[in-house]
């Protein structure tokens, strides 16, 4: 039975230093890390390692559950998964300890509150997105096909593949660009 230790953080800024120490100190055998946002388990190889070579008896252990997942399905679907391998999870910070009663009823509190602090912190984002359109400061990314050369090259005569070549674009943009110009 060994323990194995998950870190991650969501940014390539962000550092694992505390994270790690904290699960070696815990009593970690290994400890896996990734740099990788925790809203999906997409892109997280080094869970998905960890979940296919951890056996019955073993332990994850991670510091709190949010650097595990960010919802409330993926924190059921990693739980349900760890409960069929015979996998317990552990968290350092937080009385979290799924061979107990006590400690699965924390954790299933624990992730509703992640969630929930997910979905304000994603309202708060497009709420500052929609009072900096309003006051004209946020106009979106910059336009990165030149309408007026489409334009120009097409009253040359040259069709929407040659534009596409010329210009290095899709010939869906070109005629997009030109579907404009007629109406």
Known sequence: MK???YARVSSTDQDLTIQ?????????????????SGT?????AELEALLTFMRSGDTLMVTRIDRL???????????RELETMGVALKATEQPIDTSTPAGRA????????????TAIRRERQLEGIAKAKAE???????????????????????GGTEI???LGIGRA????????TAG
């Open 106 to 117: 924390f954790l299933q509190m624990l992730g509703v509150f992640a969630e929930f602090e």
């Open 173 to 180: 943009s070109v005629y997009r660009i030109l579907g404009q």
């Open 164 to 166: 596409a070549k010329r």
């Open 20 to 36: 790690r120490e904290a699960l070696i100190k815990a009593g970690c055998d290994m400890v896996r890390e990734e740099k990788a």
């Open 40 to 44: 999906s388990r997409n892109g997280r």
């Open 3 to 5: 323990t194995y230790g």
């Open 69 to 79: 997942a960010r919802s409330i399905a993926d924190l059921a679907g990693i739980v």
């Open 136 to 158: 004209g400061a946020y106009k979106g990314r910059k336009p990165t096909i030149q309408t007026n050369e489409v334009r120009k090259l097409s009253a040359e005569g040259l």
